[in-house]
């Protein structure tokens, strides 16, 4: 690491700081606070996911260190400054470097295999087609329970590396856990492909609980590891996407975040199959929980009845494929309406009038219901590389904010 690279990442570490402590990052976190608290405020809007290479405009993205470690977090303060700059959107922006504590995995004995077709080479959007890995009880036996160890070690020479780094510029911390993000289908999938799991839904469904089990004790294995040896911290203010910040948490253990899952492969298959394959464990990691987060892309309005099931629901997806009406009247002012609005707005380019025809209906709908909601554009494979694009995605929507719920 040079001496410019230490000086590069300080100045941007300095303008940050300043945003990050700042009146308007203070009332967008605690926009964020109340939304998680169920109160009927102005609505958080988040922008995620971006093609990040896509964006740059007169080079306010281009990184100049040389140091790899320094790099990235030259990276990732270039692109916060950028999104206080260019979104009319909220950002979570903490007064500090987090580190996190470090442990680490046995591993589970198998690893995907898979062949990708590309459209742009320089995109991480990719399509797979996973290879059938786990076709019998046999094969599933390649699938261990890790055992996982902690890395004090790790953790100090983190702690020294960035301190270095950073200078007085920017706090460093170490940080505990801040969420548990579990995607089981999403993961499986990874060792089998979608279409022989449809097909053992009818074929052999006692193997794909076998299978669906086994992904549960792995995840078990590792929460019982960090309840016990590591630290859970209740300051996280992302939870994959979306804004965490809650009132009620704990000082530590499970109970002091939250867990967040969904079944996106299953956006067909019928609720009772859905609670059968998937909701029923998850129910049994929820309660271990502060709060629930359940859904990401896949359509949730038919299947209301078994997810809130789930123990310490509090936040549930709303995809730009669910019937929009049906996920307000049932959410009502008793769960987070986590609306993920449509990024084929801001694929190719923009077209204000769909961006605000798209918000306006989410929030009509939300306040005839009495919905807590949140908008988080996400899912952003491309934009074209059109900067504009997002630019404008976020001003359309701010301005409809505006309108119902009073200027920012």
């Known amino acids: 690491m040079t001496q410019q690279d230490k000086q590069t990442v300080r100045e941007l570490a300095k303008r940050y700081m300043e945003l990050a402590t700042d009146e308007k990052q203070r009332k967008m976190d605690q926009r964020m606070l109340d939304t998680n608290d169920l109160k009927l405020t102005r ?24 140091e ?41 004995g198998l690893m995907p295999q898979d062949d990708i077709r590309r459209t742009d080479d320089t995109n991480n959007i990719v399509s797979h087609n996973y290879h059938d890995l786990l076709e019998n009880e046999e094969a599933l036996e390649q ?19 960035y301190t270095d780094l950073l200078g007085d510029a920017m706090p460093v911390k170490l940080c505990g856990r801040g969420i548990f993000y579990d995607a089981p289908w999403d993961k499986i999938v990874r060792y089998r492909g979608m279409e022989p799991i449809i097909y053992d839904l009818y074929d052999r469904p006692e193997y794909l609980h076998a299978i669906r089990r086994r992904f549960l004790d792995i995840l078990l294995a590792e929460m019982d590891f960090v309840e016990q040896y590591s630290h859970v911290d209740p300051t996280h203010p992302n939870l ?31 609720p009772e199959m859905h609670f059968e ?13 502060a709060y629930t987060y359940y859904g990401c892309c896949e359509p949730l309005d038919k299947k209301l009845d078994v997810i809130m099931k789930i123990p310490n629901l509090r936040k549930i997806g709303v995809s730009p494929w669910a019937n929009e009406e049906v996920m307000a009247e049932r959410l009502g002012g008793k769960y987070v309406y986590a609306r993920k609005p449509n990024p084929a707005h801001v694929a190719i380019q923009t077209d204000p009038d769909a961006i605000r025809r798209e918000t306006e209906k989410t929030v009509r709908l939300c ?24 630019i404008v995605w976020s001003q359309v929507v701010s301005e409809v904010l505006d309108k119902y719920y009073g200027a920012d």
């Not at 329970?145 to 004090?152: E, L, N, S, V, Y």
């Not at 965490?244 to 899952?261: I, M, N």
Request: hydrophobic fraction near 35%; proline fraction near 6%.
């Open 68 to 108: 790899r470690g320094a790099r990235a977090v030259e990276a990732s303060l270039r692109q916060a400054l950028y999104r206080r700059k260019h979104f009319k959107a909220d950002t979570m922006l903490e007064p500090f470097f987090r580190i996190n504590m470090s442990y680490d995995s046995s591993g589970i």
């Open 277 to 289: 394959f998937d909701i029923q464990y998850s129910m049994e990691v929820a309660s271990r929980f």
């Open 367 to 390: 306040q005839k219901y009495g919905c807590p909601v949140e908008f988080v554009l996400k899912d952003i494979s491309t934009v074209s590389h059109r900067p504009e694009n997002l």
């Open 43 to 66: 609505p958080p809007v988040l922008i995620d996911e971006i093609p990040w290479y896509q964006m740059d405009i007169d080079g306010e993205l281009t990184c100049t260190c040389e």
């Open 143 to 161: 699938i261990k329970i890790p055992t996982f160890t902690a890395r004090p070690d790790k953790d100090a020479r983190n702690l020294e590396y």
């Open 240 to 270: 994959h996407c979306t804004p965490a910040r809650v009132s009620g948490l704990a000082a530590d253990g499970l109970k002091a975040t939250w867990y967040r899952t969904m079944a996106q492969g299953f956006s067909d298959i019928s």
